[in-house]
């Protein structure tokens, strides 16, 4: 009878003491592209989706207007977030002219590629080492149809490391007179797979 009772003491101390144990839960976190709008000082990101977030305090982040940026945040209540951290990202627009004298196919690996907040946004692996790189987005205007090609270039970079790169390029300068109407687009990019092509609609 002893040994009944004490087991069961035991298991019961056992019970308590992993309830008592218990890890506390992870909050749940975000990651995602966003434009930074700053205002007065004030700073707000807009998601692609359209949704405006507010950091529930002030943040460290002293990002420019339209920076694209990574938003690491914790939903707090409706548009209100905790902001976790912010890291800016290459952003930039179409070039204006340069194709195809400036166009530069050094190979990048694709992670992804997408359109969203008016954006052509990428995440691609480059091989670095230790000099900068030279990214940007050229047109070719000599057609009808809108083709845009992706250039990069090492610089002469030596053989390095793989290395992800996020950029935005914004795509406002393509929107027609009439703003409602959607854009098909081309988008062109050199691989080590060779030259890729994405047919895209910006709306």
Request: charged share 25%; hydrophobic share 35%; with cysteine.
């Amino acid at each position: 009878m002893k040994r009944v009772c004490l087991l069961i003491g035991l298991l019961s101390l056992v019970f308590v003491t992993a309830c008592e144990k218990q890890p506390e839960r992870i909050e749940d976190y975000f990651l995602e592209f966003a434009t930074v709008l700053k205002s007065n000082g004030e700073i707000k990101f807009a998601l692609d989706n359209r949704k405006i977030l507010i950091p529930k305090t002030s943040t460290s982040y002293d990002g420019i207007n339209g920076q694209r940026v990574i938003l690491d945040y914790t939903p707090y209540k409706a548009d209100t977030v905790i902001v976790n951290r912010v890291t800016d990202i290459f952003t930039s627009t179409i070039a204006k002219n340069g194709f195809p004298i400036r166009w530069s196919t050094d190979p990048v690996k694709i992670q992804s590629v997408w359109v969203g907040g008016d954006y052509l946004n990428l995440i691609i692996e480059i091989e670095y080492h230790s000099k900068p790189h030279t990214i940007g987005l050229l047109r070719d205007f000599e057609f009808s149809q809108i083709d845009l090609y992706f250039s990069h270039s090492r610089n002469d970079d030596p053989p390095g490391y793989p290395q992800t790169m996020y950029a935005s390029f914004s795509l406002n300068s393509l929107r027609n007179a009439n703003a409602s109407n959607s854009v098909p687009f081309r988008f062109f990019i050199n691989t080590y797979e060779g030259l890729r092509e994405f047919r895209f609609e910006l709306k």
